[in-house]
């Protein structure tokens, strides 16, 4: 057997391709993936249109804080839903109203009626109804694959959505660049994201979960399964500090994500061709990333391949921070993109191996308000400092502070692997 052979037999048999032995799962992460090219479409065009407007590192903050503030405030409302009621009718739900919404902003682009405060109503019921979509959408894959090929099914939504976070940004730039009006683009930037939210609901409608793990029985109430939650990660050994240390990581290490455009524009005048390589080459290295993560057996050895993405992640940075040429810049976004993967992904694989599964909506909310929440108060922080002060040395203070962390940490790791490697039944 051939070395390439060879490799493609490990994918399809033990690596990533092990959850495509699913139908269901196949339809709904290719549904998922150009959801998710949607998704970066729309995600660079707010960003382009709030920086044309405004100019401001402080806006492009505020934009995603706006988005994550509301996604904080009902993630842990909603991922209690998810525990209790069926996890197939909220998905249809919720995806209709993030269609809706988004028709609705392309409408208002294409007329020439948006301004920001319009782009800052957006992202924040944008921020509401991802709240509502995102524990569901995290808790699906159990739901659809066997707990042996769950690393796997995580591996390949990682993928697909690093996969996204590259082609999405590249048509965005091309497509913005083509228009003489770039409003006009970036409204039919919009219109995409809207039809690829639709192919998502279709599929929707034709997959069946069977892997059901909403619990039987009598229940509490519902604010009595929201605390049940809080106490459950508050409990469970290692989970607790785990996530404690990704909130900081999140905070300071991918903040940058939020503020390309200002990075492309600002420092080195690239324009929206500039935001699109920026934005394609994190995707680039997310994709690398998440093909490691996909093909990972098991949570074992997971804990400390985490912890070496994050030390790599402190060095892109630095580079990124200090980079004396716009090239360098996009090679170190690369270079983060490979760390956010594999450290966000590693994360995710780590939780979601490790806790039972009538609590997954629940502890997965508060998961997400982690990683989707953090990076934006942190762009914000960053964003307003950095409109008083230059890029450069906000970022590489910031980076200094995260590093001091980071090896303050470094003792609890063998603790943390001996926590969250095992299985929640070997508790």
């Given amino acids: 057997m051939s070395r390439l052979s060879g490799f493609i037999n ?30 970066w479409l729309q995600r ?19 934009m995603a804080f706006a988005d994550a503030i509301a996604i904080m405030i009902f993630l842990p409302i909603f ?17 209709s109203l993030l269609m809706l919404l988004t028709i609705g902003l392309a409408a208002l682009t294409l007329s020439g009626n948006i301004n920001v405060y319009g782009l800052l109503l957006f992202m924040t019921l944008h921020g509401v109804f991802e709240g ?15 707990r ?9 939504g990682s993928l697909f959505f690093n996969m996204a976070q590259f082609i999405g940004p590249a048509v965005a730039g091309l497509l913005i660049a083509l228009f003489a009006d770039r409003h006009v683009g970036i409204g039919f930037l919009f219109v995409i994201t809207g039809f690829s939210y639709l192919g ?43 996530m404690a240390m990704m909130l900081v990581t999140t905070i300071i290490m991918r903040a940058f994500r939020e503020l390309l455009a200002g990075v492309a524009d600002g420092v080195f005048a690239a324009g929206p061709e500039g935001l699109a390589v920026l934005t394609s080459s994190l995707g680039i290295g997310a994709v690398l990333g998440s093909l490691v993560i996909a093909n990972y057996k098991s949570a074992a050895g997971m804990t400390r391949l985490v912890l070496i993405s994050f030390a790599a992640a402190i060095v892109f940075q630095f580079g990124f921070a200090l980079a004396p040429a716009f090239w360098f810049a996009a090679l170190c976004t690369a270079g983060l993109g490979i760390t ?26 508060l998961w997400s308000i982690i990683v989707r929440g953090s990076p934006a108060i942190g762009a914000w922080a960053i964003g307003i400092l950095t409109d008083i002060w230059q890029f450069q040395l906000v970022m590489t203070v910031a980076t200094s502070i995260y590093l001091v962390f980071f090896l303050a940490m470094l003792p609890k790791a063998r603790g943390l692997s001996r926590a969250l490697e095992s299985p929640p039944e070997e508790r």
């Fill in 132 to 146: 509502f979509w995102t524990p569901v959408r995290m808790a699906m894959a159990p739901s659809l694959v066997p």
């Fill in 200 to 242: 998502y609901l279709v599929v929707l409608f034709i997959i069946h979960l069977k892997f059901e793990e909403t619990r039987s029985g009598p229940r509490g109430s519902f604010l009595g399964d929201f605390r049940e939650g809080l106490v459950y990660v508050a409990r469970m050994p290692g989970l607790a500090l785990f």
């Fill in 79 to 95: 991922g209690t839903v998810a525990d209790r009621k069926n996890r197939l009718v909220l998905a249809r739900i919720s995806q």
């Fill in 340 to 365: 956010v993967a594999v450290g966000g992904i590693g994360s995710q694989v780590l939780v979601q191996s490790s806790i039972h599964g009538d609590m997954r909506g629940r502890v997965m909310s």
């Fill in 148 to 156: 042996e090929d769950l690393s796997a099914a995580i591996g390949i």
């Fill in 10 to 39: 490990f994918i399809s048999l033990q690596g990533m391709g092990r959850a495509f032995r699913h139908r269901d799962f196949t339809l709904f992460a290719l549904a998922g993936l150009m959801a998710n090219i949607g998704m």
């Fill in 44 to 62: 660079i065009g707010v960003q382009w249109l709030t920086w044309e407007i405004t100019g401001s590192y402080a806006w492009l903050g505020a």
